[in-house]
């Protein structure tokens, strides 16, 4: 089960920063491989800046469910608004912050 790093606040990978019941999901950052709940948490811990997934790497897994902890890939996040696997819902609000984690395609496809 891969480890969450940063300030969690619960086994769900829920965080200081973000904590409402759909923030359940944790992002594996392109520069270290490490998860962390978010791109703050990373600002504040991981001593490096931030790299975005490239869109010739959305088949990543790249995305931790923090209910059932299933790895989704960039591309598999990036198309549901819930878990695959266990139905989870994650927190539509992220989508605000996929830029920070995710290069855009340019040609508008997920």
Request: aromatic letters at 8%; hydrophobic letters at 30%.
């Amino acid at each position: 089960m891969p480890e969450v790093l940063g300030p969690t606040v619960d086994d769900q990978t829920r965080c200081v920063h973000y904590r409402t019941p759909l923030d359940v999901i944790a992002i594996r950052f392109r520069c270290c491989g490490a998860y962390y709940p978010c791109h703050r948490c990373h600002e504040e811990s991981a001593g490096h800046p931030a790299a975005q997934w490239p869109v010739a790497e959305q088949d990543t897994a790249a995305v931790l469910c923090g209910v059932c902890r299933t790895e989704l890939s960039v591309r598999q996040y990036l198309a549901v608004e819930a878990c695959p696997r266990c139905g989870a819902g994650f927190n539509p609000g992220c989508r605000l912050h996929a830029h920070l984690y995710f290069e855009p395609d340019p040609s508008g496809q997920r």
